[in-house]
């Protein structure tokens, strides 16, 4: 988590966004640029401090930057959490000292893009041209206020980038017409996400006033009514996150039926459909149904999904397998909502660097340890079920091992 890889990042992403507006897709032009934006908002902060982007009460990075990691009751660094994209860029105006062009009024239809509304840009062209040209005039004020050359940001496109026509008439690869398809899907889901929402809802108010109608005044088997109230919260959140999560599962299962008869290969380089264009899909069918999930929630239970779910949720660690190199798990921001997914991957050891071990791989008893390798497999997030399987796309959405795990 630092300015240089978060700028790497952000320029990646406005391109990818500029790419797709080229090809004439602009609902993946949105959704790149809106994740890109995150990506140069959290950039110019750290420039200043790391700390900037530190959620409040947030115990990993505070600590981790301040040089306090190895302390007790510090989490990983990996469990970091960070501030959400409004807070960002109120901050980076701060830091900017009048030097960011445009107003949050302005940036609040790219945050929406970022946040999985993305979807309603595709109705309505000048939303998306709105959204894509708000993001990459904050782009390039935070490349500027960097330093960073122009030519290493946006590379191709560094003498065209502000102008989207001109974009729009350069030469592009014919892309497969999967972008109507996506966005029917997205709706249908929504749809069906906000149903099953509401349904959730009745089931747990009527099961909160059963039981609350049980409880007895003395004599409580579950010992006082704080006690009682508590086991229903638990319960609550346990029924909201079990109906979303077969939700989005459902939805992620359609969605890679729908890149399947696009042609989608994820194993083959002559695949009809991109690996970036995948993850594209594949977010917005997520974003759509957590989005309108949570918007279905009544007023009193929309704490299910703001409160931490790691009672109702299962979520594994990482592990040694002999034979296999070391095991990774970490958390990751997810690119689909607001949560915080599992990534996963493993170290491949080099040989010891101990030259009078004769084990022929790195034994594991010695203090230096050896290079390594690592390798990213699979991000999964527990609330919207986006799951990204291969190398190819968890490139494409720009999540490595190697940024956190070098020998």
């Known amino acids: 988590m630092n300015a240089e890889r978060f700028t790497d990042l952000a320029g990646q992403m406005m391109r990818s966004a500029l790419d797709s507006w080229r090809g004439g897709n602009r609902l993946f ?14 950039a110019v ?39 959400g994209m ?17 107003t949050l009024d302005a940036f609040t239809p790219v945050m929406e893009a970022r946040n999985g509304i993305a979807h309603l840009a595709h109705h309505n062209p000048a939303t998306a041209e709105h959204v894509v040209s708000t993001a990459l005039q904050v782009a390039e004020a935070v490349r500027k206020e960097l330093d960073t050359p122009a030519a290493d940001f946006w590379k191709g496109y560094a003498r065209a980038f502000h102008d989207l026509s001109k974009i729009a008439a350069m030469p592009a690869t014919p892309k497969v017409g999967m972008e109507q398809a996506a966005e029917d899907l997205a709706q249908a889901e929504a749809e069906e996400a906000a149903r099953a ?22 004599g409580d088997a579950l010992g006082n009514d704080e006690a009682a109230r508590h086991a229903l919260n638990v319960a609550h959140r346990s029924v909201v996150s079990a109906t979303l999560h ?12 729908l890149l399947k008869s ?4 994820p194993m083959a380089r002559d695949s009809e459909v991109s690996a970036s264009d995948a993850v594209a899909v594949k977010t917005l069918v997520a974003s759509s149904v957590e989005g309108a999930f949570k918007d279905a929630l009544s007023a009193e239970l929309e704490f299910t999904l703001s409160e931490s779910l790691s009672d109702v949720v299962w979520r594994p660690r990482p592990y040694e397998a002999a034979g296999y190199g070391t ?20 170290l491949e050891h080099d040989v010891c660097v101990v030259e009078e071990c004769n084990a022929g791989v790195y034994c594991g008893e010695h203090d230096e340890g050896p290079p390594t390798t690592s390798h990213a497999q699979a991000f999964a997030c527990p609330v919207c079920c986006l799951v990204l399987d291969t190398e190819e796309e968890l490139e494409a959405a720009h999540m490595e091992l190697a940024t956190n795990y070098e020998g």
């Not at 929402?197 to 003395?218: E, F, N, Q």
């Not at 077969?246 to 039926?257: G, P």
Request: glycine content about 8%; some cysteine.
């Open 29 to 42: 032009a949105v959704l790149h640029a809106g994740m890109g934006s995150e990506f140069c908002l959290k």
């Open 45 to 83: 902060l750290c420039h200043h401090d790391p700390l900037l982007i530190s959620a409040h009460g947030d115990r990993a990075l505070r600590f981790h930057v301040l040089g306090f990691a190895g302390e007790k009751g510090v989490r990983p660094l990996e469990q970091a959490r960070t501030i």
């Open 86 to 102: 409004a807070e960002a860029f109120r901050d980076a105006e701060v830091v900017m000292q009048g030097r960011m062009p445009v």
């Open 197 to 218: 929402a509401m349904d959730a809802a009745k089931s747990t108010a009527a099961t909160a006033v059963d039981a609350l109608a049980r409880i007895p005044l003395w």
């Open 246 to 257: 077969t939700t989005s599962m459902r939805a992620q299962r359609a969605a890679a039926n």
């Open 262 to 265: 696009y042609g989608y290969l």
């Open 327 to 346: 095991y990774l798990w970490r958390w990751e921001p997810c690119p689909a909502c607001p949560a915080w997914g599992d990534m996963y991957g493993y």
